[in-house]
């Protein structure tokens, strides 16, 4: 590879190994987050049929039908991946598929963030925690956002500093 730059990750592989080894990375990543969006989706489907469901009414039902949507919606989202493979596949376009499916799945792990605080301050409002639902919910939103976001923003603005 005379003449040619090493990349900054200081892999020494093809933009086509490079996009194999991001897609791999992406799936296992993704396999993650879409058993537990799958599962609490699952969960959700059957509360409606518990005789307890019955006794949601106004803005808890609603909150019930956000809560299911997100669900659906996250879900849907993080196997998005699965179509953008078998409509692309072949067509070398696996570097620019990487990086539209990486979108697509901080998308989907950002609904299903929205997901559990939703069913977690139905949860806790259904439990008679009033407005501690509201404060504890938030909370584990704000906790996520630390966590999924800010953290690795903070690594990554470490990992700058160090090459500067």
Same mark, same amino acid.
């Given at each position: 590879?005379?003449?040619?730059?090493?990349?900054?990750?200081?892999?020494?592989?093809?933009?086509?190994?490079?996009?194999?080894?991001?897609?791999?990375?992406?799936?296992?990543?993704?396999?993650?987050?879409?058993?537990?969006?799958?599962?609490?989706?699952?969960?959700?489907?059957?509360?409606?049929?518990?005789?307890?469901?019955?006794?949601?009414?106004?803005?808890?039902?609603?909150?019930?039908?956000?809560?299911?949507?997100?669900?659906?919606?996250?879900?849907?989202?993080?196997?998005?991946?699965?179509?953008?493979?078998?409509?692309?596949?072949?067509?070398?376009?696996?570097?620019?598929?990487?990086? @539209? &499916? *990486?979108?697509?799945?901080?998308? +989907?792990?950002? #609904?299903?963030?929205?997901?559990?605080?939703?069913? =977690?301050? /139905? $949860?806790?409002?259904?439990?008679?925690?009033? @407005? &501690? *639902?509201?404060?504890?919910?938030? +909370?584990?939103? #704000?906790?996520?956002?630390?966590?999924?976001?800010? =953290?690795? /923003? $903070?690594?990554?603005?470490?990992?700058?500093?160090?090459?500067?």
């Amino acid at each position: 590879m005379a003449g040619e730059q090493r990349p900054a990750d200081g892999r020494d592989e093809s933009a086509d190994e490079r996009a194999d080894r991001l897609w791999a990375e992406l799936l296992q990543e993704v396999r993650i987050a879409q058993t537990g969006a799958q599962i609490m989706f699952g969960f959700l489907l059957t509360v409606v049929f518990t005789e307890r469901f019955t006794t949601l009414h106004g803005f808890d039902r609603g909150l019930y039908v956000v809560v299911v949507t997100l669900g659906a919606v996250a879900t849907g989202t993080l196997m998005a991946p699965v179509t953008y493979h078998r409509l692309l596949t072949g067509r070398h376009l696996k570097p620019r598929m990487v990086r @539209a &499916a *990486a979108r697509v799945v901080a998308l +989907g792990i950002t #609904l299903l963030a929205l997901n559990v605080g939703a069913a =977690l301050l /139905l $949860l806790l409002k259904v439990a008679g925690l009033g @407005a &501690a *639902a509201w404060l504890i919910s938030g +909370g584990v939103l #704000l906790w996520f956002g630390v966590c999924w976001l800010l =953290l690795p /923003l $903070l690594v990554r603005r470490h990992q700058d500093d160090d090459r500067h």
